[in-house]
């Protein structure tokens, strides 16, 4: 059996955006910015898509700018409210310990530009205490940046309470919506947010293409220079196809929503209750404050990227956490942050579901994983030092 359960990673695109797909690349393949009839349709269709991806965030399509993908949208959200907030002398960002790195990576680079960079703690399920958020805004704030939701262990963030604080002291903010929007409902009016970053391909769109909500009013500066594209703020060309393709994947994640969710969430929380009888492992992130296909595992005394090779061998897709860094041997940031010890970090194992999984996938999972986890146990010294006593264990 094959099963794909790293839908965090990527998504299958859906029929309706790769039918969309085509058809705009091959009938409407004008440049939206010519002046010709073929330029003026490509135009209204690269329109229509900015309207619909903000109906479904409930914004005003003037605040839609289209990208490459998130990582671009979260990196021109907080350089430009970094950018406006030197100008009025405020050089302070909070942050939390387990954004993306798109986000950390951002600030890390504004941190050598002078920047002072504040990461809140999370508590042991993966939740930021707001009260905390509070008392690190200062006068001195130019943004505050929380995820949505966290690509690594799917703990869902009091945005909405963060962003009202902001609102009060006059504080921009900036929330990481990509492992959210398609599969939460995202309103950006009730989150009050300044910034919101999505990507297509996290929600049967393709590769290489994402959006960034910016409030009207906001302010918002290029990275890319050249040309006048997304009203003076994003240069080059529109990837048309891949643009349309993503409202039509948009539109239908929107209308499947209830549903879909319901579906996953039982694939999830059975899969939950057939991993945790496993020995000495533990579920990382709040058991019900998390993404609805979110399954994410610590298994103690072995190697997560042994039990991945393992897994894909017997045709289990899955990841140890975010895609963007499975080529590192560092455990995973965020599994260190609520509080993993470097030793179980490694063992760590993410599955992500949506709705194209079935229960006999999951009654596979269930059955593979832990026979693959004890192979690696027969074979680990590790283990066998905690079974002896020679190590206390952890989990």
């Not at 002046?35 to 269709?45: D, F, M, S």
């Not at 003076?232 to 879909?260: F, K, Q």
């Not at 533990?282 to 998390?290: E, P, S, V």
Request: with cysteine; charged share 25%.
């Amino acid at each position: 059996m094959q099963v794909y359960a790293d839908n965090a990673a990527t998504t299958k695109p859906r029929p309706a955006a790769l039918e969309t797909y085509v058809a705009t690349a091959t009938g409407t393949f004008g440049n939206p910015s010519s002046l010709h009839t073929p330029g003026q349709r490509a135009k209204e269709v690269l329109e229509d898509a900015r309207a619909r991806v903000a109906r479904a965030l409930n914004a005003e399509p003037r605040e839609i700018y289209f990208t490459s993908g998130g990582s671009e949208a979260d990196n021109q959200a907080i350089v430009s409210a970094a950018r406006a907030g030197a100008r009025k002398n405020k050089r302070r960002i909070v942050s939390t310990a387990i954004e993306h790195h798109a986000v950390l990576h951002t600030l890390k680079k504004l941190e050598e530009e002078g920047f002072e960079i504040v990461l809140l703690p999370v508590s042991p399920a993966g939740i930021v205490d707001v009260k905390e958020a509070e008392k690190a805004i200062g006068a001195d704030t130019c943004l505050v940046s929380v995820m949505l939701a966290n690509n690594e262990i799917g703990t869902i963030q009091p945005v909405k309470e963060i962003a009202a604080l902001c609102k009060a002291r006059g504080v921009l903010f900036h929330t990481d919506a990509v492992q959210a929007v398609g599969h939460l409902p995202v309103d950006v009016k009730d989150i009050g947010c300044d910034y919101l970053a999505l990507s297509a391909h996290k929600f049967g769109g393709v590769r290489g293409t994402g959006a960034l909500y910016c409030r009207a009013g906001a302010p918002i500066f290029p990275l890319i220079e050249g040309g006048a594209q997304e009203k003076n703020r994003r240069a080059g060309t529109e990837d048309l196809p891949a643009i349309a393709a993503m409202a039509a994947a948009l539109d239908e994640a929107v209308a499947r929503l209830p549903e879909a969710t319901k579906k996953t969430q039982a694939l999830r929380d059975m899969l939950i209750a057939g991993l945790e009888k496993v020995p000495h492992c533990a579920l990382n992130g709040d058991r019900t404050r998390r993404l609805a296909g979110n399954v994410s595992f610590c298994f103690e005394g072995i190697e997560g990227e042994s039990l991945l090779l393992l897994l894909d061998e017997a045709g289990i897709a899955a990841s140890s956490g975010s895609a963007c860094t499975s080529g590192s041997l560092d455990p995973s940031h965020v599994l260190l942050a609520i509080g993993r010890v470097h030793d179980v970090a490694h063992g760590s194992l993410r599955l992500t579901l949506n709705e194209d999984n079935t229960e006999e996938e999951v009654r596979y999972m269930i059955e593979k994983i832990p026979e693959t986890v004890n192979y690696l146990r027969g074979m680990s010294p590790v283990w066998r030092d905690l079974q002896t006593g020679k190590r206390q264990y952890i989990l």
